[in-house]
């Protein structure tokens, strides 16, 4: 990395964002975040010690005009901003968002001739059955608002490396730890689970990540003249006995569920994720989800390691860090974080 870089981040008060934003100052990067709503750079960011170190501009990562004035003097772009949400209810904000965002956003940058412009990704742009994912595996055929939003979003960014264009695609999986500002997507099923809202759970996996660790990942690939580059975030395979076997072991909980085939699953939550559409409260069961799940999916995460030296975080630390996060910030109580809440 290059010191004093100016570096342009989209989605810079969500989960992903902010702990790069955080890795990026520390790395003695100089930050502009493009923002919607101001009033969340403060609360995001305050838990890194950065409340009032970053600049900001307000505009839309969807308008191109507000990129364009974002970009202004910067030389690399962190492009993190995205709906990450399995919940039927966000189907039309997800269509409409990810994919122009990250034409606006890429597209402004390589015009600009920024380096590297770093694409979060993620895992399901690539989601394959019963395989092993690597960087370079081809796009994802898997049905859904949300997998397919990430696919046509990779695509967008795989063109613009085929042109040349010094694009780095950062791929993690479902993003797991502390100082999530939102409650984002895994986070917010991490606590329902603690609530005990997932007495079934899908015989399938998928891969896991520390946020910590996406965020090591794109600031050690945050460096000038190497061009087109793909990463996947190392991480850990979560089926059922993992996750909740992680969980018991932070909490001191026994958290029974029943492990569902995914086929008898599959159709059950297609139907909550239907009538999900018209109750205002969510539903525990997401038909993406289980779609992902389902995958059974296995991640090469090599090249990140030996190209950048980032090897993944115990599963133990990261759910530690997680569910301490949660009980501490009132999300979950006392009782549902177990031996966690009392460290």
């Not at 950065?50 to 839309?60: K, P």
């Not at 742009?125 to 997998?147: C, E, F, H, N, Q």
């Not at 689970?193 to 945050?222: C, E, Q, S």
Request: charged share 20%; proline share 6%; hydrophobic share 40%.
């Amino acid at each position: 990395m290059s010191d004093g870089m100016r570096v342009m981040v989209t989605g810079g008060t969500g989960f992903v964002g902010s702990h790069t934003v955080a890795a990026l100052s520390r790395a003695g990067c100089t930050v502009r975040l493009l923002v919607r709503r101001p009033e969340r750079v403060a609360r995001a960011l305050r838990p890194h010690g950065l409340s009032d170190a970053v600049e900001y501009a307000v505009g839309d990562a969807t308008d191109p005009a507000s990129v364009a004035r974002a970009l202004t003097g910067c030389d690399a772009v962190v492009h993190a901003a995205a709906v990450y949400s399995l919940d039927s209810r966000d189907w039309a904000r997800t269509r409409r968002t990810n994919v122009a965002a990250t034409r606006a956003v890429l597209g402004a940058a390589a015009d600009q001739g920024c380096d590297p412009i770093i694409h979060i990704s993620s895992i399901v742009a690539t989601l394959r059955s019963r395989g092993t994912v690597t960087p370079d595996s081809p796009l994802s055929t898997v049905r859904g608002t949300y997998i397919q939003s990430k696919v046509e979003s990779e695509r967008y960014a795989r063109q613009l490396q085929d042109q040349g264009a010094p694009v780095v695609i950062v791929a993690p999986g479902a993003v797991y730890g502390p100082d999530d500002p939102g409650l984002s997507e895994a986070m917010r099923q991490l606590r329902d689970i603690l609530r005990g809202y997932y007495p079934l759970w899908t015989t399938g996996g998928f891969h896991g990540t520390d946020v910590r660790d996406v965020a090591a990942v794109t600031v050690a690939a945050m460096t000038p003249g190497r061009g087109p580059r793909r990463y996947l975030v190392p991480g850990h395979y979560l089926d059922g006995p993992t996750l909740f076997g992680a969980l018991r072991s932070v909490t001191g909980r026994r958290m029974p569920y029943l492990r569902v085939p995914t086929p008898l699953l599959l159709p059950m939550a297609w139907l909550v994720s239907a009538v999900q559409r018209v109750v205002p409260v969510h539903l525990p069961a997401e038909y993406e989800g289980v779609q992902i799940a389902s995958r059974r999916a296995r991640c090469d995460t090599s090249r990140a390691e030996q190209d950048l030296g980032v090897t993944a975080r115990p599963l133990a630390t990261t759910m530690t860090d997680a569910v301490q996060w949660l009980h501490r910030t009132g999300h979950v109580t006392a009782r549902q974080a177990g031996r966690a809440g009392q460290r």
